[in-house]
């Protein structure tokens, strides 16, 4: 099972996503959640996610700021952003640090399942 971690500073938002999905079926499990990107580089080195569903948009650490980190240290996390924003830096900045997608919300739950079968794909592939 591929361990996923949900970060979205919409209570609401990150709950529909956590509760929509049908983790199981995706062979995935929900190994944790964060509101901001702080808490997903702490919970990131606790619980070596292979896969971030992330905003980009967030309070104290931007989602982009999190995946340079992340490439940083060198982990191989797939990372999907989720975005109100359609702003072409931002695209293009996910897609440097080689971001699975950058879905615009509101996302349909077969998009971010297709995105997630993506994830795990290159996952299997790496």
Known sequence: MYKVIVVE???MVRRGIILTIDWAALDCVIAGEAA???ELLKKTEEL?????????AMPRKTGLDVIRQIRENGWKIKVIFLSGYQEFD???????YEAVDYLLKPVGQEELEQSI????????TD
Do not use: Q, W
């Open 9 to 11: 500073d919409e209570t």
């Open 36 to 38: 901001n990107g702080e």
């Open 48 to 56: 070596k996610p292979d896969i971030i569903i992330s905003d980009v």
């Open 90 to 96: 931002y695209v293009k900045k996910a897609i440097s």
């Open 117 to 124: 079968l993506r994830a795990e794909k290159m996952l299997r």
